[in-house]
């Protein structure tokens, strides 16, 4: 509230909830609303529109309220909770809000809903008019006391329809604080001013109401000290007032827990609350907010252990809000004894300290990669994490900070270093790990056959062991791969039954996360392969030398697909569908038990209620095989390429990739990576789009345009999953835990492979990631050049070499200056090199910088040289790698003395390399 105000009063705490929660200006009454039925929902189905509406905010929040729209968090919070329900996928934030629908919103603030009578004739005076579908829920907030009859049925107020009369913000400051059990605390301040500047037009009974409504720091002044006591509220400043106002009523509502993150992993996240633990299903449409903020917050923000509130029907989040978010854990450090079932033991001085943990408990070794428990050695350095919130204080995380290793586990070969007698190993969970082996054993093998380290190839699979931090054996397992192709009769989790050509079957196992490759669909996974005795997909499948299946790609597809028909009728008992495809044509397909069925983007197993999905004129996708339906699912969206935009009809023309034409509306918002504000106009012909429909689906809700963009890393969190980038055009952060990543190569790979100064192609729909490449970069001495063949030879500071053909185009940046030529970089430059996201090669040449040398701090890695004036720089950071010569033999950063001259060559300002003059 703008300007002076009345003194505050003393109040009595209605609730346990914090009341600073409730943030002040939730009315404004100046900027929030609420949605409400428009539609008569009766009793008997309140739990189906809970239903209905829990679908509207998992499908993405309604169609009228926009990423980033002040009372979004608001709204999203109380649909989740039903409190609010739309009407055809519409919100309508900035309508009035009725006196009657603001009573029945206020009857599911108090979960007084279901206590209306079915079997009772409503009467109510016949000058007192309500719309017949609001009539019991007036009578019930009479017989609860939300409403005053005295005051209500007053002769002066019954002059125009009651129910549908506008709601004022004095008159919704009363029904709040009557939802909220305060009207004893409002009588006691009734006769006191507002110390509004409009205090004069405040109606006398409801001044107790404001003046409590302020001190709760629920309402606050509009500009000029005003309280606008008769404006209007809107649906918008409704839904957040009964949303910050939950923050002082004791009411538990329904899916809604509150409580400590314990898990969060694999799309789920696991709450501890009263000593039970729920798991929530989260997925792209989950909305995340901060309870100290209106604004929108990425998973990535939310961190394990820290306090949650979610909201979300069938263990589906819907709502996320981060309630606290310091991680309720502690940490211990000790001496590693011993471990026995459930208990850890740690030296101490008087014996040894215990401490309990279970089969959720993490053991990691000092790079954070897993390790097993038995493979902890007594006097190994540990650290301890623990949690604080359960009482019982397990032990979720133990890292081994300084210890032996031994252990035998397998992975692929990153890299040999024959000098130093080192391998570098990636394990199987993804972790980069180096050891070095001793000199005069034999150590390296393949199916019995003695191997020398020479012998052995990067990207090798591997099985190695480890004694006391030195490499014992290393055995190659990989071979040659071999393919085999037919199509796919079953499939399970861990195999897959395929028939041959000559009508005979085999099946194989399946490798750990085989690659999926399926012609026109992003990011496919096993879901999207379809296994039929007769029409199951003909696929090329590639075996390891286990004959284990790594990769399944399909050749082609039996099926007939049909996208955006339309239902022409479903009969329940035969189970027969007829729809109109969209070339006019009708179809029959059979539903039987094996049928996958799907409505509103999630599966369900339920025949009856899929059946009451396909009435005549819904649209639905179906996938069938000689008129038996594989699939049926209704259409929430259609993918493909934009054939056409018309800017006179505002349509445009999508070609499906099964070749169908479909004509669309223009829609009503685009979501392009990198492009504010886009519009259909910005999207170039021939784009591959995905056009997410609204509810009632003849209306584009979102078109997602497919792209793809270089990225430079700024920072990697491995242990949130967080990956900083930055573009010419922006900056932002990507979650990676759900997003599949891979190096050049195409193998799989993590957020701990990367570093700050990479770059990833990064290939996008809308502005969601969907998969991850990381970008070989070379950095070093231009070792050759051809200009006529147009190749480049780049040696590293490791001493390997790499040839890049710039047939394909070549951009050299120098100083800031890019040009087209290769012949403009010479053998002397030191260059950093990389293919951008169309393969075209970049260069850019490193700067460089002659100084005599003064002195070098490698403790903190600076090294600083002497000026020839005072505002010449003198200190600079060099790469804990860096490579400093004269010639070409290899020096010391301690064997560099005062007033040598030296060149050093920078990589975003840090020194990597020093040449000795």
């Known amino acids: 509230m703008s300007g002076q105000k009345r003194s505050k009063h003393s109040i009595k705490a209605y609730s346990t909830k914090a009341a600073s929660a409730v943030l002040a200006g939730a009315m404004a009454?100046?900027?929030?609303?609420?949605?409400?039925?428009?539609?008569?929902?009766?009793?008997?189905?309140?739990?189906?529109?809970?239903?209905?509406?829990?679908?509207?905010?998992?499908?993405?929040?309604?169609?009228?309220?926009?990423?980033?729209?002040?009372?979004?968090?608001?709204?999203?919070?109380?649909?989740?909770?039903?409190?609010?329900?739309?009407?055809?996928?519409?919100?309508?934030p900035g309508d009035s809000v009725t006196q009657q629908e603001a009573v029945l919103m206020a009857l599911r603030f108090m979960k007084l809903q279901g206590n209306i009578s079915s079997t009772t004739d409503v009467v109510l005076p016949t000058n007192f008019q309500v719309s017949n579908y609001y009539k019991a829920y007036v009578v019930l907030a009479f017989q609860s006391g939300l409403l005053d009859k005295t005051v209500e049925m007053a002769a002066d107020n019954l002059k125009t329809s009651w129910g549908e009369r506008k709601a004022s913000r004095e008159w919704i400051a009363e029904l709040l604080i009557r939802a909220l059990g305060k009207s004893s605390q409002a009588a006691s301040v009734a006769n006191e001013p507002t110390g509004f500047a409009d205090d004069a037009k405040v109606s006398a009974n409801k001044r107790g109401y404001i003046n409590t409504a302020v001190d709760l720091g629920l309402a606050n002044g509009l500009v000029g000290n005003r309280f606008d006591p008769q404006g209007a509220v809107t649906r918008a400043q409704l839904a957040t007032f009964f949303s910050r106002a939950e923050a002082h009523n004791t009411l538990q509502y329904d899916n809604t827990v509150s409580g400590t993150i314990s898990a969060l992993k694999d799309g789920k996240m696991t709450v501890y609350s009263n000593g039970a633990s729920s798991v929530y299903n989260l997925s792209p449409n989950t909305a995340y907010f901060n309870s100290t903020s209106d604004t929108r917050i990425n998973l990535s923000d939310i961190q394990p252990y820290t306090k949650v509130t979610v909201i979300g029907a069938t263990y589906n989040a819907a709502y996320v809000e981060l309630t606290d978010a310091t991680p309720q854990i502690e940490t211990a450090e000790g001496t590693f004894a011993k471990i026995t079932q459930g208990i850890i033991w740690v030296d101490s001085a008087t014996g040894y300290d215990q401490y309990s943990y279970d089969a959720n408990t993490v053991f990691v070794d000092v790079n954070d990669a897993a390790i097993t428990a038995s493979s902890i050695t007594a006097g190994s350095k540990i650290k301890l994490v623990r949690e604080t919130y359960s009482g019982s204080h397990k032990v979720v995380k133990l890292q081994v900070t300084s210890g032996i290793v031994n252990k035998t586990t397998t992975g692929t070969l990153q890299s040999i270093n024959l000098a130093a007698k080192s391998i570098t190993f990636k394990n199987a969970a993804g972790t980069v790990?180096?050891?070095?082996?001793?000199?005069?054993?034999?150590?390296?093998?393949?199916?019995?056959?003695?191997?020398?380290?020479?012998?052995?190839?990067?990207?090798?699979?591997?099985?190695?062991?480890?004694?006391?931090?030195?490499?014992?054996?290393?055995?190659?397992?990989?071979?040659?791969?071999?393919?085999?192709?037919?199509?796919?009769?079953?499939?399970?989790?861990?195999?897959?039954?395929?028939?041959?050509?000559?009508?005979?079957?085999?099946?194989?196992?399946?490798?750990?996360?085989?690659?999926?490759?399926?012609?026109?669909?992003?990011?496919?996974?096993?879901?999207?392969?379809?296994?039929?005795?007769?029409?199951?997909?003909?696929?090329?499948?590639?075996?390891?030398?286990?004959?284990?299946?790594?990769?399944?790609?399909?050749?082609?597809?039996?099926?007939?697909?049909?996208?955006?028909?339309?239902?022409?009728?479903?009969?329940?008992?035969?189970?027969?569908?007829?729809?109109?495809?969209?070339?006019?044509?009708?179809?029959?397909?059979?539903?039987?038990?094996?049928?996958?069925?799907?409505?509103?983007?999630?599966?369900?197993?339920?025949?009856?209620?899929?059946?009451?999905?396909?009435?005549?004129?819904?649209?639905?996708?179906?996938?069938?095989?000689?008129?038996?339906?594989?699939?049926?699912?209704?259409?929430?969206?259609?993918?493909?390429t934009l054939a056409s935009v018309s800017t006179s009809t505002k349509t445009i023309v999508l070609k499906l990739s099964n070749g169908q034409l479909l004509t669309l509306p223009y829609p009503l918002s685009v979501d392009y990576f990198g492009k504010t504000s886009a519009a259909i106009t910005d999207v170039s012909l021939n784009s591959q789009v995905t056009a997410v429909l609204s509810g009632s689906q003849?209306?584009?809700?979102?078109?997602?345009?497919?792209?793809?963009?270089?990225?430079?890393?700024?920072?990697?969190?491995?242990?949130?999953?967080?990956?900083?980038?930055?573009?010419?055009?922006?900056?932002?952060?990507?979650?990676?835990?759900?997003?599949?990543?891979?190096?050049?190569?195409?193998?799989?790979?993590?957020?701990?492979?990367?570093?700050?100064?990479?770059?990833?192609?990064?290939?996008?729909?809308?502005?969601?990631?969907?998969?991850?490449?990381?970008?070989?970069?070379?950095?070093?001495?231009?070792?050759?050049?051809?200009?006529?063949?147009?190749?480049?030879?780049?040696?590293?500071y490791t001493g390997a070499t790499q040839t890049y053909s710039a047939a394909g185009g070549v951009k050299i940046i120098r100083d800031g200056v890019t040009t087209t030529a290769l012949g403009n970089i010479t053998t002397a430059d030191r260059v950093e090199v990389r293919k951008d996201a169309d393969g075209a090669i970049i260069i850019r040449v490193l700067t460089q910088l002659s100084r005599a040398f003064s002195r070098v701090d490698s403790s903190s890695n600076e090294l600083q040289v002497k000026r020839s004036n005072l505002n010449d720089p003198y200190r600079y950071t060099f790469a804990s790698n860096v490579y400093i010569h004269q010639g070409d033999t290899t020096l010391s950063v301690q064997s560099l003395k005062e007033n040598d001259n030296i060149i050093m060559y920078f990589n975003n300002d840090v020194i990597v390399e020093i040449v000795k003059q």
């Open 29 to 92: 009454f100046g900027g929030a609303g609420a949605a409400f039925a428009d539609t008569a929902i009766t009793p008997a189905t309140t739990s189906a529109a809970a239903t209905t509406q829990a679908a509207v905010v998992s499908s993405g929040i309604f169609s009228d309220v926009k990423t980033g729209f002040w009372a979004e968090k608001h709204i999203y919070k109380l649909a989740s909770q039903g409190i609010v329900v739309g009407n055809n996928g519409l919100f309508r």
């Open 433 to 640: 790990e180096t050891y070095n082996w001793e000199e005069g054993a034999t150590l390296f093998s393949s199916q019995n056959a003695v191997l020398q380290p020479a012998d052995l190839k990067v990207n090798a699979a591997v099985k190695y062991t480890i004694k006391n931090n030195v490499i014992a054996a290393v055995e190659v397992t990989s071979g040659t791969e071999r393919t085999v192709q037919g199509s796919i009769v079953e499939m399970t989790g861990s195999t897959i039954v395929y028939k041959k050509a000559d009508g005979t079957r085999e099946v194989r196992l399946l490798a750990t996360s085989p690659t999926i490759i399926i012609p026109n669909v992003a990011a496919p996974v096993a879901g999207d392969l379809i296994a039929d005795a007769t029409g199951g997909d003909n696929v090329q499948l590639t075996l390891n030398s286990s004959d284990q299946v790594t990769k399944i790609e399909v050749t082609s597809r039996q099926i007939e697909q049909y996208s955006g028909s339309t239902v022409i009728a479903y009969n329940t008992k035969s189970q027969l569908l007829t729809f109109m495809d969209n070339n006019n044509k009708a179809h029959v397909v059979q539903i039987d038990a094996n049928t996958k069925l799907a409505y509103d983007g999630a599966p369900t197993t339920s025949l009856i209620n899929m059946a009451t999905r396909l009435t005549e004129n819904r649209k639905v996708d179906v996938v069938s095989i000689n008129e038996r339906a594989l699939s049926v699912e209704s259409t929430t969206k259609y993918s493909g």
């Open 698 to 796: 003849d209306v584009i809700s979102v078109l997602r345009v497919q792209s793809s963009a270089q990225l430079e890393v700024t920072s990697v969190n491995s242990t949130t999953n967080k990956l900083g980038v930055k573009w010419s055009g922006g900056t932002s952060e990507l979650y990676t835990l759900t997003i599949p990543m891979t190096n050049e190569a195409g193998q799989k790979i993590t957020v701990s492979d990367l570093k700050a100064g990479d770059f990833v192609n990064v290939k996008f729909e809308g502005s969601a990631a969907l998969s991850i490449q990381a970008v070989k970069v070379s950095l070093g001495q231009v070792a050759a050049l051809d200009t006529t063949a147009s190749t480049l030879t780049v040696k590293d």
